[in-house]
DNA sequence: CCTTTTCTGTTTTAAAATTCACAATTATAG
DNA sequence: CTATAATTGTGAATTTTAAAACAGAAAAGG
């Protein structure tokens, strides 16, 4: 059925889910391929060509229905899975994670909370409780955990990937330091590296200054 | 005397950093293209193309120095800079972002925090105190701020980045669900999506889940 | 009903990014 | 001091990504 469809073509769409979304909100019923550019800021021959890899059903003259294509890109990205996710680390950044993102928007639930500290077990952020992290195995091996979300220090997190690995967790959204990658041939990882994204606004910012000297 | 570089190789700055830190912590003293291209997941010919871009300093036989290396991304990425920002929204990210983040290291210097919670204001994160949103306009004017990291829900951006761009700010690292893009022709941003990441990762494995059924 | 305008899908063309291939240079070992 | 192995810089080839161009289908407006 559906083609390989290419990474840049896969990063852009939750961009497009996004505007369709704002759109349909806006009870908008149609958008032709110049106007989704102009809001995305891209070209009306990109729309064009990123929305057909998934089969055209633009018409010709109309443009395309709004809720037709976001219910389509809903489809591409399988946001209507209920994968079944933990979260390590309760910290800001994991507590952050766990209390605001929603997850059954984006294919996720969210059923698990570990934690080291001891003074936190028990308590609760959105109605799910924070247990002790020595209980991940049992518990991901348990309930079919498909899913990590990586809030740990850098430090803690080679020995956590292989423990969840082993009890079956082979899908990350890793917010640590910590590079992944190729230690497990079939791991999937989505990596978060918040320094790397800050150092390259510096650059950006760095560069513009030297050319306004220029 | 820098051509322009590529913004694929600028991405990929940060990571080659990284990695080089490492090795230096190791006491390693020389690294040749193969090896980082190893602990990378490239290819050797990336890793010289790239390293090119900022003028060889490898050498035929060796490779790379290491630190030498390191010190020039450093450079070229501009984290020698201490350019001034605030970070506005102290909830959950805001917190875990000023807290956490080693923004010396990156380029960066926070000097402000804003809120517009009262039962907040003079509580201290990483010892800034966090301040009434509604001075954020004197306060960088007076400070001559540069970039602002904002945290808050996305109906609060919109106002914000135009009383920020008003008040001289014109980077933005930006947690928000809303898009600066555009409304601002010499602006700069950052756009951290988490949602749209999380998006991606359910796509991959969405996609490998299909896969392994065919 | 006919004409004009609006758009898509698709083919070409162009640009960018990545990989390949190899001469040239340096380190190393004997 | 020489021969061999290691390793870069770089130009060329390939692949990938984006943009432009355009024929043809549908809508809109008389």
Redesign the pocket.
Known sequence: MSNKI????IK?LPRYYRFLCELEEQDVER??????AEIMR???????????CF??????????PVTKLKDEIINILGLHNKFKAVLIGAGHIGTAIAAHMKFDKAGFELVGIFDNNKEIFGSKINNISISDEKEIESFCKENNIEAAFLCVPRNAAAGLVERLYNSGVKNFWNFTHYDIQGDYPDVIVENVHLSDMMMTLCYSMNEDKNEQTN
Chains 1, 2 share one sequence.
């Open positions: 290419s990474k840049s073509v852009r958008v032709s391929s110049g106007k989704l891209t070209t009306a021959s990109q729309v064009r060509q990123d929305l057909n089969g055209g059903f633009g018409h010709q003259g109309y443009g395309y």
